[in-house]
């Protein structure tokens, strides 16, 4: 839910002197308006085209796709366009992780740990797959901004290509180990046993996350938000269907437990790529890969994985941090661990949709600077921000007043209740600095400053998260609480250094030219005789 906006209304506009030029994108030609030198052309920001005009109108211009230039639309009908489907995106994605768990969680003990400790091992994998998709976001978004089609549509291919690469190896390795592996997370040898096959699976199809993460990026560096929307739609609808099927055998299909949910999701992820692969090679949306796309280029390559490394880590570090605090809530038994994590999923329903704005920030910051207009990319994020913090105000707000009820929908334990309760509302509290955060952080993101939210998060996470809820907790005693006041203050610390470090604006600094090439030396002409 974002804040309502007024663009103003539509208005006879002063007249401009305006030519025009074809411009290539990915093999497509577009026609890009410039002005005049000699006429000024100030970028309006209350008025625009009669669709812009109208929330609604923008709204479902935002869901249906639109070919408007991110870059010289009005900031707030730009910031519109593109959050809407990623906040639908992210929607969708949060409903099936709360479905697809009721549905394993049908099945027994067993079914939920061999899915849980899995997801426990994934987490390797999304931690990469996000990072290569910042590099995507921000890489195709520059050149976007560039009006750099061809360069777009050479690097998609690029980052495409080095995550199949990845995707195969990790995928091979962990079919063949899966049993080993759950043997060292802890599993029962019964979880071991029942649940290899799950594991394999999920491996096996790993290089259906890497393709999700990049082609959606992909197209959302461009600002064609639309296609990954669908795509995810088209992926989560498919997998909320075979999953039950699968799970219980209904219908002509077997009962196959825990093993169908991870067919169902491998499939699933498949459909969703063959999705927006044929949308990439169709032909008709902003990103077009065609047959001289297809080649290896090194320094595109180069490019990708240093942008890649920053983004990856950033995960892995916050991924074990959270392993960190799990360490510390075990020591006070089940009870505190299911309430926490009870609260943390309900949280994550709500802050999923919240990083689709994030999303809109990156894509928004990469074209602005690809288009030399900084100023633009820092008002985008502002914007974005308010948006981010208003409604997680309003969330926090019903969170602390209906934690009851909210942690009841899972559980009528009263102590893990109480748990529960008490770490919805402290987190909570630390919302309004989170909204601000995680747009600061994709902000860097999308100017391919992905080592700046790497050590922001090493110090926030690993030098006062991990620290902090143990002095808590431990040493004072606190108990759980001291955890959960250790998350708030957190993320607010990672808000306060990604606000600091964005306000100094180093992130906007263009990446070095490439070198030069040599002078070629011309010969002499010969004496005449």
Known sequence: MAPSVSFGRPGRQPARVCSERPVTLGGEDAREMTSDPATPSPEPQSSGSPDSASLWATIRAAVRGTDDDMTRVPLKRAVLLLSVPMVLEMSMESLLTIVDMLFVSKLGADAVATVGLTEAMLSIIYALAMGMAAAATAIIARKTGEKDGEGASNAAV???????????????????????????????????????????????????????????????????ATVSMRTLWVSNALNLVLSPCLIFGLGPFPAMGVTGAAIATTVSRGVGVAYALTLMFGGKRRLVVLKRHITVQVGVITEVV???????????????????????????????????????????????????????????????????QPDRAKQAVNTIARYNVGFLAVVSVIFIALAHPLIRLFTDDAVIEAYGVECLRIVAIGFL????????????????????????????????????????????????????????????????????????GRWAAPPPAPPAPPPTEVAPAPAPA
């Open 433 to 504: 600095f989170f909204g601000y955060g995680m747009v600061a952080i994709q902000a860097f993101n999308g100017a391919g400053k992905t080592a700046i939210p790497m050590v922001v998060n090493v110090i926030c996470f690993w030098g006062v998260k991990i620290p902090l809820a143990y002095l808590l907790a431990e040493a004072l005693s606190i108990g759980p609480r001291g955890v959960f006041i250790a998350i708030a203050i957190a993320y607010t610390t990672q808000a306060i250094f990604a606000g600091l470090l964005f306000r100094r």
């Open 306 to 372: 240093k942008i890649a490394v920053g983004g990856s880590f950033q995960t892995l570090i916050e991924t074990a941090s959270w392993l960190g605090l799990v360490r510390i809530l075990s020591g006070y038994g089940s009870a505190a661990l299911a309430g926490y994590t009870f609260a943390i999923r309900i949280a994550i329903f709500v802050l999923l949709p919240c990083w689709g704005l994030g999303n809109a920030a990156a894509t928004l910051v990469g074209q602005n600077l690809g288009a030399g």
């Open 158 to 224: 690029q980052v495409i290509g080095v995550s199949v690469c990845i995707a195969a190896v990790i995928g091979a390795i962990g079919a063949v180990l899966a049993p080993r592996m759950l043997a060292l997370m802890g599993a029962e040898p019964n979880v071991v046993a029942t649940g290899s096959t799950y594991t394999a699976i999920m491996f096996g199809g790993s290089a259906t996350i890497f393709l999700l993460f990049v082609i959606n990026a992909a197209f959302r560096g461009t600002g064609d």
